[in-house]
């Protein structure tokens, strides 16, 4: 049988169970044929065989994201990012509005996404007053990059039906100032609650779905496990499965229950369905029933056991109580799903631990994979309980490099077990790493390059205890991804039989020096077997 493509001279990464690294691969169809050293493989070649010679370079498992914002990434596109470099400060972002404003028909939303205080010259939000010079005929929202708080003008507020008399929201906040108005700024659950009103439509959901997967793809993401957007649930799982069955979204999807809106709701009505997890193929799969337990790292507004190291009478927000939490999920786990929640603080860590362990009393099943998404503050004695209660971790280990500064201010010491992995490691804790994009940058390199290195933007001890390997790394980006989607059959590594999914850095991995990793780049991305992105390579015949 010869092969579509044979790849020879590399430096393979096969993520196998004995971590083998070998020479060369084969793929037909849309599986691997053969992996091996170069005359193993050298016999699948034919007439009408590509033959391409990494000279080197390494070629990974594709790599799988096992918590990101699919659609949350790509709607961002569309709006006003201020992650653009020519946004450095708030009259800078003003006089994007007021472009947008004048070109936008009046009523529809003027949105603005990435927005980081303490990145703008002036260090702070913009007040409403502000927001309503730029206009009161549009609604304006600015997210901030956490996605857990926004500020809006009076007109967002009044569409969302906000007035000095509307109440907090469990889990949210609406900030007033000392009159009892409306700042605009929405904290937690009342910023989720807002886009029930702020929202995108089909139409451009779908356009940026079709952005985001190439560039995802671009980055070598082969698959994700996207963990929820704004709006109702179910209609977002229909965009999403409408662009695969297109081919508008090229990578592979196993989808979590959850929204950014409404979790409890989405669950409930996917349980009354008779959906589960599993359902699917390996193209579209149902994950986790998926609540929000706490708030975000950076805000700060995750649910610590002790106060905030900046503020002593701060410990976060919790969106619900144990015993509700206990109900919602346990029934999920009842009924046969994967169960998981957002629990960023080892307050919220806690109560998940918690949540899972009276659902096993309740209903024992053996292999269950329940999962925590983030798990930011995990505190040893927290290890000890998820070891013992056979739950994966997805940690996020861009977020040390991207917000270590900001966490050594807000957490102290506790960042030497935030995101641990080597705690993980040591103690046979199964983790899958993760972006949270559009939180930080979805490129797994530099989520390898900060789990390998363990330092901050700016060059401080980011917890360097909790360094390992770069083969580690990257066996977090690939195999444990699908392990944690019960797909470590067909995907996750390099092997024979399994699907032909597979990307291709220009440079060798291995050798390189560890603070250069983020710096290497993603040449081709193959999915399915085929080629889906790909730089000219001078060395294919």
Request: glycine share 8%; with cysteine.
């Amino acid at each position: 049988m010869h092969a579509d493509i044979v790849f020879t001279n590399g430096e393979v990464v096969t993520v196998d169970k004995n971590d083998s690294i070998v020479e060369a691969v084969a793929i037909k169809d849309n599986i691997i044929l053969a992996v091996g050293k170069n005359d193993e493989v050298e016999g699948y070649i034919g007439v009408g065989t590509k033959v391409i010679d990494l000279e080197g370079k390494s070629l990974l498992p594709g790599f799988i994201d096992a918590h990101m914002h699919l659609t949350i990434y790509g709607t961002n596109l569309l709006g006003i990012s201020c992650a653009s470099p020519d946004i450095q400060s708030l009259e800078d972002l003003f006089s994007e509005m007021k472009k947008r404003a004048r070109t936008t028909p009046k009523g529809e939303w003027i949105r603005v996404t990435s927005f980081n205080e303490n990145a703008m010259e002036e260090k702070r939000f913009p007040t409403i007053q502000e927001l309503d010079a730029i206009s009161t005929e549009h609604p304006i929202v600015i997210i901030r990059v956490c996605n857990h708080t926004s500020i809006a003008n009076n007109k967002a507020l009044e569409l969302a039906g906000i007035t000095r008399e509307t109440e907090n929201p469990t889990g949210g906040e609406i900030e007033r100032d000392s009159s009892g108005d409306a700042t605009g700024k929405m904290i937690e659950n009342a910023h989720m609650q807002l886009f029930t009103v702020a929202d995108y439509s089909a139409e451009e959901i779908e356009k940026g779905l079709q952005l985001a997967s190439q560039i995802f793809v671009e980055s070598g993401i082969t698959s994700v496990h996207d963990a929820g957007s704004y709006g109702w649930g179910p209609d977002n799982l229909h965009l999403i499965k409408k662009g695969i069955d297109s081919g508008d979204i090229k990578n592979r999807v196993y989808t979590l229950i959850g929204s950014l809106t409404d979790s409890e709701a989405f669950v409930r009505h996917m349980i009354d369905e008779g959906v589960v997890t599993g359902d699917g193929d390996e193209w579209f799969k149902i994950g986790p029933a998926k609540l929000f337990t706490d708030g975000s790292s950076t805000g700060p507004t995750l649910a610590t056991r002790e106060p905030y190291d900046s503020d002593p009478t701060d410990t976060g927000i919790l969106y619900y109580d144990q015993d509700r939490m206990n109900e919602i999920l346990g029934e999920a786990h009842s009924k046969g799903y994967q169960i998981t929640a957002h629990a960023q603080g080892d307050r919220a860590i806690e109560m998940v631990l918690n949540c899972i362990e009276h659902a096993l009393e309740q209903h024992p099943r053996a292999d269950h994979r329940h999962r925590i998404e983030h798990a930011g503050i995990a505190s040893p004695d927290l290890q000890e309980r998820m070891k013992n209660l056979g739950v994966i971790v997805i940690p996020n280990p861009a977020f040390i490099y991207v917000n270590g500064d900001s966490y050594l201010e807000y957490y102290g010491d506790r960042v030497d077990v935030m995101y641990p992995a080597n705690d993980y490691l040591q103690k046979g804790i199964p983790f899958a790493f993760a972006s949270d994009t559009p939180v930080v940058e979805h490129n797994p390199l530099l989520g390898i390059h900060a789990a390998v290195n363990r330092r901050t933007v700016s060059g401080q001890d980011g917890g360097v205890k909790q360094r390992i390997t770069v083969r580690e790394a990257i066996k977090a980006y690939t195999f444990m991804g699908a392990y944690a989607s019960f797909d470590e059959q067909i995907k996750g590594s390099i092997e024979v039989g399994k699907l032909a999914d597979l990307v291709l850095l220009n440079d060798s991995i291995l050798s390189v020096d560890p603070d250069k990793i983020k710096d290497l780049s993603v040449v081709m991305t193959i999915i399915d077997g085929k080629v889906q992105y790909e730089k000219p390579l001078s060395h294919a015949k």
